[in-house]
């Protein structure tokens, strides 16, 4: 039997970065335009780092072609936060997910990752803590704007690097909000969502997910 290829997320699953991101984030975009977008967790949770930066500047009235103003702001995004993520003390990773991310792969699963974060932000977050070369390929937010459009990514990733074609059903994406469970439902994969803060449980149940958890160690009890 094929084994499961388990995609991780990594912002409230593997890890809080802490709130050096958005703090960022929102100083980038008022030198941009001369507003601060306050951004919150709400504003951020499960979408790409392109979505998160677009929808700000729309919510200031920056409409039209805005390719130009997002990739300023990307990019020196990234430029101040790989400065500054690792003199941060707030980042940690969640020990469950560590424990799951463990057993998955002692039981011989493949495993990549799935997330928002562009490719270089997820190579700053997760090498501070030595994990981004635990997972041989990715699907990262600039593969694919919309969420929607990374687990075909994936899948093509991981016959490139795994040399084995997974159907969606072979699939599962760990993650935290209700985007990540709504992107596996849409496209037939299962999910495993640890819920966080327990105020989105209800949308990531809405969302189709088929496990819901308050901690990743249940998921691991239950094999």
Known sequence: MKKKLYLFDIDGTLLSPGPGARRIINRVIEKAIGHNPDLQIADVAGLTDLVIIRN????????????????HVLNEYLDEFSHEYSKSDK???????????????????????????VRKGAQIKLRE???????PFGAFGDDAEDRMGLPAVARERAWDVLGEAYRYEDMIIVGDTSHDAKVATEHGMESIIVCRYPEWK????????TIVVESLDSVIEKH
């Open 91 to 117: 980042p940690f990773t969640y020990d469950d997910a560590l424990r799951l991310l463990d057993y998955v792969e002692s039981q011989n699963h493949p495993v990549g990752l799935l997330t928002g974060n």
């Open 56 to 71: 700000a500047l729309r919510k200031h009235g920056v409409n039209g072609d805005i390719n130009v103003i997002v990739n």
């Open 129 to 135: 803590f030595d994990l981004f070369d635990r997972f």
């Open 202 to 209: 209800n949308d990531i149940i809405d969302a189709g997910a």
